[in-house]
């Protein structure tokens, strides 16, 4: 029976159309496909702008957590509202051919008041903002969000001279009034007017199927696009703006960039021209050049206007992980937890095992610091984790099955192997929950302590306004030196119940990752 290829998208108008687009262009090919829309946080926080969120994928998270829960196979999205950093283990598997990138201005009555001091325009865009008040800077910039027709319906109801809106988005609805003007002057967003196709990297079947679906020049412009904005560090938090095309005539690429201040006061443009396969290092030249005439130093001075928040990771984090919160969020990390692995005896793994737990990667590795995978003959292998099974597959052998929690899997093999025995590889330091359940329900559990967790704590500043935890370790470790006076953002159920023993507030990422915590923070830093 042929895959029914599920496909992620927002349910506003506009991701609808993109998402039938995708699904026309698939069954064209022979595939069945079925839409399955999630709500994004940009579509429910509607009275902020989008810089004051604080987070780089408003409109992505809740699509990428689905993908990641196995709930959707691919997920469409304007490619302007994905971060520039993609979530561990999710990859762009296709870019659709590129639309209209121009922003447009959708006008109340006519063009005179450009040349009046006292002009009156809406955006929820910090680029628009900056850029209109660069070229106009008496005039007011209102703030607009909302779905396509929300916005319209506020440009109707209110008494501005205008809106800025992205072309291609008006266009694929239909709602392009006859009398919007082309801001051909205005560099729109890195990737406006790009459609992106993401899907998990372990799905190899699907990255093939989405390949046919690729467009090479649009996927290379909206490349180096983004790489200009990653370089720059600045998501939606700065008004940058940038635009690669091809002129095939000439077969070169012309790339150019904007950076300005948030109140259009300061600009620094830049723009490049290289042969088509000559481009590699456009981006970071450009970026380069205006980090060099004092590009940091105008985000620097914005950042000073706005609240300040600072977190503390209890495990080094990485710096594409740094790059999802907000770049004027003080973040400082180091790992509160210390790993040893032990010297396992090869009595333990003479003979092949018939059921073994591994409940998180350290337990792989431990086990492969003592053995060969070839010497790791084990019939049945559970665990705890997508990453600990993708890590296990890799090195070890198949997973038989895998739960998100401790809890969980003790659950199900206690109904699956009541009677049995497992071989349990674990720390010194861990929760009873799984061995106690088993043992409840007449299993007999060998536990081999394969590696020692050892506390490693830091002394936390007093102007830490929250913390993350990653596992019940982390927060024993932190309580040994410092006070639960902050938030405390945790990976999991588990986590969360040993800080709540000591925390006040306690908040739980929706995904056992990283990255989920992250989204925490930033969500935390919309409310505040």
């Known amino acids: 029976m042929q895959k ?118 809406a955006t929820g865009s910090l680029r628009r903002k900056a850029q209109w008040l660069n070229r106009y800077p008496t005039h007011t910039v209102e703030g607009l969000r909302g779905n396509v027709n929300t916005r319209l319906q506020k440009l109707e109801d209110n008494d501005w001279n205008g809106a800025i809106f992205a072309a291609a988005g008006l266009e694929r609805v239909g709602l392009r009034p006859k009398g919007a003007v082309n801001l051909t002057w205005m560099i729109p967003a890195p990737a406006q007017g790009a459609i992106m196709i993401t899907a998990l990297d372990e799905n190899e079947e699907i990255k093939e199927i989405c390949t046919e679906l690729n467009d090479k020049d649009t996927e290379i412009c909206t490349g180096i696009e983004r790489e200009f904005l990653n370089r720059l560090e600045g998501g939606c938090t700065a008004p940058i703006g940038a635009l690669a095309f091809i002129n095939e005539k000439e077969e070169e690429i012309n790339f150019k960039g904007v950076l300005l201040s948030r109140d259009g006061k300061k600009k620094i443009e830049v723009s490049k021209k290289v042969k088509v396969g000559k481009h590699k290092y456009v981006a970071k030249d450009c970026a380069n050049y205006v980090i060099d005439k004092g590009g940091k130093l105008i985000m620097m001075e914005d950042e ?36 040893r692995f032990n010297r396992i005896a090869p009595k333990v793994v003479k003979e092949e095992i018939e059921n073994v737990i591994i409940t998180s990667k350290n337990g792989v590795e431990a086990l492969l610091n003592s053995f060969t995978s070839d010497e790791l003959q084990f019939k049945n292998i559970y665990c705890v984790g997508r990453r600990t099974k993708k890590l296990i597959e ?32 674990c720390s010194n330091l861990r929760l009873d929950t799984l061995p106690l359940i088993l043992k409840a329900n007449d299993i007999v559990v060998n536990e081999v302590e394969a590696y020692k967790t050892m506390y490693s704590p830091a002394k936390v500043d007093e102007k830490v306004n929250g913390v993350l935890f990653y596992s019940p370790s982390t927060v024993e470790s932190y309580m040994e030196k410092n006070t639960a006076d902050k938030i405390a953002f945790c990976i999991g159920d588990s986590t969360a119940n040993e800080a709540k023993k000591h925390f006040k507030e306690v908040q739980i990422a929706k995904m056992p990752t990283v990255e989920s915590v992250l989204e925490l923070v930033n969500l935390h830093f919309v409310k505040e």
């Not at 109340?108 to 040349?115: G, T």
């Not at 990771?313 to 509160?336: G, I, N, R, W, Y």
């Not at 899997?409 to 049995?420: A, F, I, V």
């Open 4 to 121: 029914i290829i599920r496909i992620g998208t927002r349910d506003s108008q506009l991701a609808m159309w993109q998402a039938k687009k995708v699904q026309k262009l698939l069954e064209e090919l022979g595939h069945q496909t079925q839409l399955i829309p999630v709500k994004a946080t940009g579509d429910l926080v509607l009275d902020k702008p989008l810089y004051e969120l604080g987070i780089t994928g408003i409109f992505t998270k809740n699509l990428d957590i689905a993908m990641l829960n196995d709930d959707i196979d691919i997920a469409v999205h304007s490619m302007k509202d994905v971060p520039t950093v993609l979530p561990e283990g999710i990859i762009q598997a296709a870019v659709l051919k590129r639309a209209n990138y121009n922003d447009i201005l959708l006008l109340k009555d006519n063009e005179e008041f450009m040349a009046q001091p006292n002009g009156v325009i």
């Open 304 to 339: 000073g206007i706005e609240k300040q928040f600072s977190i503390y990771s209890t495990k080094k984090l990485s710096e594409a992980q740094k790059k999802l919160l907000p770049t004027h969020m003080s973040v400082q990390d180091s790992d509160f937890i210390k790993i």
């Open 394 to 425: 890799q090195r070890i052998g198949k997973v038989t099955h895998s739960e998100r929690n401790a809890k969980k899997l003790s659950e199900y093999l206690s109904k699956e192997l009541k009677g049995q025995e497992v071989t349990y590889f």
